[in-house]
């Protein structure tokens, strides 16, 4: 239950009743009964025959993973590395990218909390400036003000599809019409869209784009990929790190690294997460990407009129938005008792803090957000029973504190 952008998730599976009502997919979707019965039959294959063997015996269908993830991004599957985490593999392209004292990395106060991170190190290290991509007072990027931001010293331009603390979509795909040098790489987070948004790597012009498996794609932890573009291929030639799959160890004791994105991948990986990865591939084609919009869009305003109706409580994206999930604080009632007493209700939701999320929640004077985010399998019953809980807890805690709350 541990999200990637909240280390506060529920403490208990179920409540005493042994009712579930999972609302937390931008942390970590459900997984289908096919991705679990994928991963379950693969670990008995290793247990019969050994982790190399079985993964020998099935290396067609793991490699049918690359097949489906890079359609999905709408890249050649030589364009397509995998690794364990998506910041893991953003991080691993960053740092590979050329930066020099003078340099400018423009980047979204948005952009996930360990993306941020990175950039900041880099830039300090080697005297590059960062700086923060304006925004609108609604939250988005402000694509004229970056456009103006964007000189030949620009190396890279960063953000997400949808930050981790809002559930608003970003123009990601305006932001990559903006003109930008050659040399000028742009890496897009999409975490939080790939999934449920019809995102791709050629539609948002991008060179880097990363995304989970565990999110919308409801495939199970451990896994995440990476789309690149030629101009990524030619700019990241020569990976900070690498492994023996990366490339060839010549007699001479140089390295000749391959000329696809596997030159960013580790030979050893979770076979069985990747054949389940492969799974949550083949649902999403079976249910279709468009539909899991559709139902999505139709239980966040279902949910966002249940919340406004709870006294106390603010609700950050707007009713016709197309929002991802959505995020709220209460008056009174801190996020962190939100989230832990709905979760001993057998209810699971999340908070993003200043650890995830420090320029963003800073910039709107907030510390923490509570998150919620239905998918798929989300039933009008999960919806109403979230908010009748959600409702009495502030009627309790309004209680609790006094008349002058």
Not at 88 to 96: H, K, Q
Not at 290 to 295: F, G, I
Request: glycine residues 8%; hydrophobic residues 45%.
């Amino acid at each position: 239950m541990i999200s990637r952008d909240s280390r506060r998730g529920p403490s208990a599976a179920e409540d005493e009743s042994g009712v579930f009502t999972h609302l937390n997919a931008a942390g970590a979707g459900l997984m289908p009964e096919s991705v679990v019965a994928a991963i379950k039959s693969h670990l008995d294959l290793e247990a019969r025959r050994g982790v190399h063997w079985a993964a020998a015996d099935a290396i067609g269908t793991i490699e049918e993973t690359r097949i489906l993830a890079a359609r999905l991004m709408s890249v050649a599957p030589t364009h397509l590395g995998f690794g364990e985490q998506a910041s893991r593999l953003w991080a691993l392209a960053f740092a590979s990218m050329p930066l020099k004292r003078g340099d400018r990395i423009l980047i979204a106060r948005n952009d996930w909390g360990g993306n941020i991170l990175n950039a900041v190190r880099r830039a300090a290290c080697v005297g590059a400036e960062l700086i923060r991509l304006p925004m609108t007072r609604k939250g988005l990027i402000d694509i004229e003000e970056v456009a103006a931001l964007v000189d030949e010293r620009t190396v890279a331009i960063c953000a997400p599809a949808v930050a981790s603390s809002s559930g608003l979509r970003q123009p990601v795909e305006a932001l990559g019409s903006i003109p930008r040098p050659e040399t000028c790489l742009y890496f897009v987070d999409g975490a939080q869209a790939i999934g449920q948004f019809d995102l791709t790597l050629p539609g948002a012009s991008a060179d880097i784009m990363v995304a989970p498996g565990r999110k919308w794609l409801r495939g199970g932890r451990g896994q995440a990929m990476m789309a690149l573009s030629d101009r990524a291929l030619r700019r990241l030639a020569r990976p900070i790190i690498i492994d023996q799959s990366a490339g060839t160890w010549c007699p001479d004791d140089s390295f000749q690294l391959r000329e696809d994105a596997r030159r960013f991948e580790a030979w050893e990986f979770s076979a069985s997460g990747r054949l389940g990865l492969r799974a949550s591939l083949q649902e999403l084609d079976r249910v279709g990407r468009s539909n899991v919009r559709a139902h999505n869009i139709e239980k966040l305003r279902r949910l966002g009129v249940n919340l406004r109706d709870v006294p106390g409580l603010t609700v950050f994206e707007d009713a016709d938005a197309d929002a991802a999930f959505l995020t709220f604080q209460h008056a009174f009632l801190p996020a962190d008792t939100i989230v832990d007493e709905l979760a001993r209700r057998g209810i699971a939701i999340a908070s993003v803090g200043l650890d995830y999320a420090r320029w963003e929640l800073e910039a709107r004077s907030l510390e923490k957000i509570v998150r919620v985010a239905p998918h798929i399998y989300s039933s009008d019953h999960d919806i109403g029973r979230f908010t009748e809980e959600l409702a009495r807890l502030a009627k309790r805690g309004k209680r609790d504190c006094g008349p002058s709350a």
